[in-house]
């Protein structure tokens, strides 16, 4: 089971919320200690969380558009499990250009039936020429979704007129 935490930055400023296994005790980056609502820019101080310092509300929706961005590309980076085949694959930039690839030479050459791929669970498998595509729509379904996501809080924080609004918006 995982626990939520905060990563930070060398200042102790607040980047992002991240999953850590429930075993995990912290470190000098990361943080087992929720911040509390209210925050304009919350920073950790190594014993509690305060506030960061005084901010224009626009500032702040920079910095949180910015927080909300990396989120969203760290959490695609992380990578994905595919229901099709039953295995995670990683989806880091290089991993995306593999796949596209790949896509495009089993849509160049029908005669290719398979190939190998890196899983992260199980190493190299063989998958058919019809399970790569099932394996990259999930992948496109994936990274669509969470840009999606993005794109919806990113207009909220847009759209939000007071720091409380602005504290609501959560990955």
């Known amino acids: 089971m995982d626990k939520l935490a905060v990563k930070i930055d060398k200042d102790g400023f607040y980047l992002e919320d991240v999953m850590v296994d429930n075993s995990f005790q912290g470190t000098s980056d990361i943080i087992i200690v929720p911040v509390p609502p209210g925050f304009n820019l919350p920073k950790w101080d190594g014993e509690v969380w305060v506030e960061g310092k005084d901010v224009g ?29 039953g295995h995670k694959f990683s989806f880091g930039p290089l991993d995306q250009l593999n796949f596209t690839q790949k896509f495009a030479v089993f849509t160049q050459n029908p005669k290719e039936l398979s190939t190998v791929w890196k899983t992260e669970d199980a190493g190299l498998l063989v998958f058919t020429r019809e399970q790569f595509f099932q394996i990259t729509k999930e992948a496109e379904n994936f990274k669509m979704n969470l840009i999606s996501k993005y794109w919806k809080l990113k207009e909220a924080v847009k759209n939000a007129k007071t720091f409380a609004e602005l504290n609501a918006i959560r990955w």
């Not at 910095?63 to 085949?85: H, P, R």
């Open 57 to 85: 509300l626009d500032s702040y929706k920079d910095a949180l558009i910015k927080q909300l961005s990396d989120t969203c590309e760290n959490t695609i980076y992380a990578g994905f499990d595919s229901t099709a085949v």
